[in-house]
Each structure stands twice: as C-alpha cells, then as structure tokens.
C-alpha cells in the first residue's frame, strides 16, 4: 500500500480541526459509531475543547483509493512550537489552511516557516468560503506573499489550491460552493502533490523518536516516523539516546495508526508512522536503531525556552486542604513526567528543596502545564513570569515578539501609544475597512500582563497575536503597568459588610462567603499601592438593629480571576496558588510587618 504523511498547520480557529475531522468521516475505513464524538474528533482533550485551540499533536490514519494516509494535527499557537518543529520531520509535506475573510494569520507564519524550511510541499486550503464576507482572491494574493516572504523556493510558491468549507465537509478546485459535493478533491490534490515517503535504501533499521505518549497497560509509547528498516515484535533494537550512548533494549509491542485508533501489529515497514513500546527510559529525538548496526538519526533541535516561572509546594495556610498531590515529591515527579513528552521545556532545581524553575516557549505553554496539573488534583503555587536573558559577545540579549494588532480604526491612536510604552518598534501599518492593522516588534519582557489591558482599552474588540523573532540587544527599561493590591488583614471568611467597605478602594476579586487569609489578594486597588482591608468585619449587632439594617450600598460584582488572569496580574513579590477548587493571588511574604522589614531593608 502507498503512503503519504501529511501535517495540517493553521492560525487558532481557522477550522483545521473540523478539516480533519470532515477527511476522518468521509474516507474509506472510517466508520463513525453512533455512541462516539459527533464533532471535532481530534479535539479528544478537555482543555482543548473548552478553549478551541489544539494543544498536543495527535495521529490519525485514512485510506483513499488504496494509499495510507497518515494525519498529524498539529498546534497553531507559536507556544507549542516544540510539538511543529518535531512533527515537521515526521512528514513530508503539508496542507496549509487559511480562513477566506482573515487570510494568513501570525501563527500561520509561524508554521509555515517551519514546514517551508524543511522544504515540504504545500497544498494551500482556502476554508470558510461560505462565510460572510469571505474574500478568496484577496486570500490567495496575501497567502502567495507570505511564501516569498518566508524565502519559498519557486517550486513551493507554486503551490495548488483547494477552497473549501470543512463545516459542510465539502471541496473545490475553484470557491463556487453549489458545484461542491464532498471532501475529495482535498484527498485527489494529497495523492497528487504530497510525495510518498523517501525511503533510505540500503540503511539498517532508523526510527526517530518524535512524540511520547503513556498508556496504563504498555508504558511508555515512542512514536516516530520509519527511515528503514523493519520493525518486528519482540526484536532487539538499539536504542541510542542524545548523548550519543547506545542500550539494547526489546520491542514489547508495534503500533500503526488506523482512524483514531492505535492497532497492534506483528511489523512495520519504512516510510510508514510507528508507535512502538518497550522502551522505558527514552526521551524525544531519540535513535532506534539496528542492533548489530546502530546508525544514529540527527538529534532533533528545538528553539530554546523564552519564559521561566518559578513552581513551588503550596506554602499557603490553606495547604492540603483541596489538593491530592501536595508534597515536594509529588511535584518532582509531575514536572520529570512533563519534560519527557514536552521538549520545549526545561526544568531546574532551585537553591530550596521544593522550588523549581520551569521555563517555556510562552505563558500560554507554561499556563496549559499548570491547568493540566490542577485537574490532575496537584496543588502549587507558581511566580511571576520572568524572560530569559543571553549573553552573547559580553552584549545582554533579550527575547523579542512580533506583535500583530487588528482592531477598530478609533484605536489606532490608543493602540500606537500603548506599543510606545513598551519600546514596540511599528513595522507595518494600514487602514482596511475601518480596521487597523499593525506589526510590531516589542520585547518579550514588555508583552507580560499586557493582554488585560489590551483588551480593556479596545474594549474587547481588538485581537493580538504574537511570534518568537529572536534575540535582540537589550532595548533598556520601560514604563509597565504598576498595580496595587487590595490584601486581607484578617484570617475568616469574607462578608457583605467587610466587601463594601473594601470595594470602594478598588476592583474586588471575591464575593462573600470566601475563605480569606491574612496576606491573600482579594483585589486591585485604583491606586498603585498596596493597602491592607478586612473584608472579614461584620456589622456590629446591638437590640434595636439587625445585621443587615442601614446597609444601603450595594455590593459590585467581583472580577473573575482565571488562571492567565492572575498570572497576568500578579507582580514581583506576589504568587499565585494554585488548587483543584481554587486559583488564589498573595503575596509572597504574608505577613505586613515582615512585609515592612523587607521594604525598610531594600531602602
């Protein structure tokens, strides 16, 4: 059987995984049962569900006329970039999809840069075409100006188009929707342009390990993509790990992709995606290799972290009340078991025996981490995100993004102004039915709790993107954002009285009957300093008034914190807890007058 190994890139909500899920319905072998998912198939997590967006690269397998199809869906945010960079040596070409109102968005930039420097073949996807508004000549022009603008050779600037609506399930060589009926000009244009897999004749057995996942019964699962060679159950291999240093090992079990489904099999032959077990200690970007003739496959190289937070044991006096996984070693052990599946990060000890600096491509990377683990029933508490410095040629070099505003053409003056603040440098700017459009490069320090108050002052209407450029030499400091805290004096549990008292300080992040400690942030004062309210007080009672009598104010509705809110929010000396019920801001040191001796000692 033929084969063609493809990976689908997309910006955040262009339909790519409905795309897949629309070639899943409609090919050969897949039979969708009655009882199972009825839509987005490939979403199978829950965050990602909730928040639409694809966050872990997941396989599947159709056939069409006789040919394998394997399907890699991979993330658009630029925060998993480490999953695309490994995916885009497992295929060997890409179907590129781009909603046909927007046009190429950042995160398609920065997907495509990857698949066009690894010098695959793209199919370009115009979707969305039944969508009001849709533009797909102006699309297909901005699209063919991104590829020379990424350096496509001429031979990927040619590229065909399909249009689409994956919504409907239906495909076209042109954007006329009344002649489309189904799916399978996409499945045609796949076996015509994706070429098969390159085989290295004449090797011994190469597999390169490029995604982890674990399974209760079979351990550890590599999956990669077959160089050479074939794999058989039970045979010896060599496993060759990035040091270079080669172990013998046994296959316990083949896998190979059909559907959805992971199938045992008896061997695998190359060109084709392997999942295999047996392996305990493997990491990605490993070897497979034949045993008497081990050959190493170059190690996979992945952009270095640009985010770091320091994670912590709950150190709070509500610890151990609401997690199942509280302890140092509990901690330990989750933060090994995320650097093995996830590259992009890494993980230090610190100086304190239950703190650790976990660095990222993103806070949305670091974010996703900490979201899965709460679920999972941890409990922790994470610092303020810090950028990583370089230093290169005795020169401090710092992270910087490219920063892509769309918002209504009144903000444009709000918006320029906020970028200035932050040492943005504009590269591109217009004016297109009433929207701005803007590029700017900003450093990555300055991007840091900058969200909230983006869509603040455009008042919800305006969308940010941003892309990893590089390092740059350090732009020198900058005016941020300066907030002050609303703290808890008082330890109980927070009521009506002490609220409207507090509330007219500032923002308030809690409604009564809220567990409160002292040193807990329970919202943000108008001012920039901290100051300390007790929103535990009760309304003293005497005979002649009940508790509520001469309350006539009225009590505002508290700001929901969400866990990027508060990891937005927070400032240096300020944490976030962080518990399966609960997401909670304090300050570092709880106590005011050892808050005080810190300050009178810094003075």
């Excluded at 007219?504 to 809220?514: D, E, T």
Aim: glycine residues 8%; aromatic residues 6%; charged residues 30%.
């Amino acid at each position: 059987m033929d084969i063609r190994n493809i990976a689908i890139i997309a910006h955040v909500d262009h339909g790519k995984t409905t795309l897949v899920d629309s070639l899943l319905k409609q090919s050969e072998s897949f039979k969708l049962k009655t009882d199972g998912p009825k839509d987005l198939i490939m979403d199978s997590n829950e965050l990602e569900r909730e928040r639409g967006i694809t966050i872990f690269s997941k396989n599947a397998a159709v056939r069409y006329k006789n040919t394998k199809i394997n399907i890699v869906d991979t993330p658009g945010h630029a925060d998993f970039g480490g999953e695309v960079e490994r995916i885009m040596s497992m295929v060997d070409g890409v179907l590129l999809l781009v909603d046909a109102k927007e046009g190429p968005m950042p995160q398609t930039k920065f997907v495509l840069r990857k698949a066009i420097q690894a010098g695959h073949k793209v199919i370009v996807v115009i979707n969305k075409i039944d969508k009001s508004g849709a533009r797909p000549d102006w699309t297909l022009n901005q699209t063919f100006d991104l590829f020379v603008e990424l350096g496509a050779n001429d031979d990927q600037t040619n590229f065909p188009v399909i249009y689409a609506s994956a919504m409907q399930g239906k495909a076209g060589l042109d954007f006329d929707l009344g002649k489309m009926t189904d799916i399978q000009p996409l499945f045609d244009a796949i076996l015509k342009h994706i070429p098969a897999p390159k085989i290295n004749d004449g090797k011994p057995l190469q597999m390169l390990a490029v995604n982890l996942i674990y399974d209760n019964y079979k351990g550890k699962i590599a999956i990669g993509r077959l160089y050479s060679g074939i794999l058989k159950k039970g045979m010896q291999i060599a496993h060759i790990n990035r040091s270079g240093e080669i172990k013998k090992s046994q296959l316990t079990s083949i896998m190979l992709f059909d559907g959805l489904n992971r199938i045992d099999v008896d061997e695998a032959m190359p060109g084709d995606i392997v999942a295999i077990a047996g392996i305990d200690d493997i990491t990605i970007g490993e070897t497979i290799a034949d045993a008497e003739r081990p050959e190493a496959l170059p190690v996979l190289e992945i952009e270095e972290p640009t985010i770091k937070m320091t994670f912590g044991v709950n150190t709070s006096p509500f610890s151990g009340r609401e997690g199942e996984y509280t302890t140092s070693r509990n901690l330990r052990e989750r933060l090994e078991k995320a650097i093995d599946a996830d590259v992009a990060l890494r993980v230090t000890p610190t100086a304190s025996p239950d703190r650790w600096t976990v660095a990222g491509r993103g806070e949305l990377h670091l974010s996703i981490l900490i979201e899965r683990m709460r679920r999972e029933g941890y409990e922790l508490e994470v610092s303020k995100p810090q950028v990583i410095f370089k230093t290169v040629d005795r020169k401090n070099m710092e992270p910087m993004e490219l920063v892509s505003i769309e918002a209504p053409e009144e903000f444009s003056g709000v918006v320029i102004e906020m970028m200035g603040k932050r040492l943005g440098l504009m590269k591109d700017m217009k004016i297109d039915h009433g929207h701005l459009f803007a590029d700017f490069a900003v450093p990555t320090r300055a991007l840091i709790g900058f969200r909230n108050e983006f869509l603040t002052s455009t008042r919800g209407r305006g969308i940010m993107n941003s892309i990893f450029l590089g390092y740059e030499e350090y732009k020198g400091e900058f005016s941020g954002n300066p907030h002050g805290s609303l703290i808890s004096s008082e330890t109980g549990i927070s009521n009506s009285y002490g609220l409207i008292n507090a509330q007219s300080r500032g923002q308030l992040f809690i409604a009564p009957g809220v567990d409160v400690y002292e040193g807990m942030v329970v919202g943000e004062n108008a001012k920039d300093h901290d100051i300390l309210v007790n929103t535990c007080k009760a309304k003293e009672l005497t005979n002649f008034r009940t508790k509520n009598f001469g309350v006539q104010e009225k009590l505002d509705v508290p700001k929901s914190m969400s866990l990027e809110d508060a990891i937005d929010y927070i400032g240096e000396d300020e944490l976030v807890e962080i518990t399966p019920k609960n997401i909670r801001i304090r300050k570092t040191l709880l106590s005011e007058n050892n808050r005080k001796k810190i300050k009178k000692e810094s003075d």
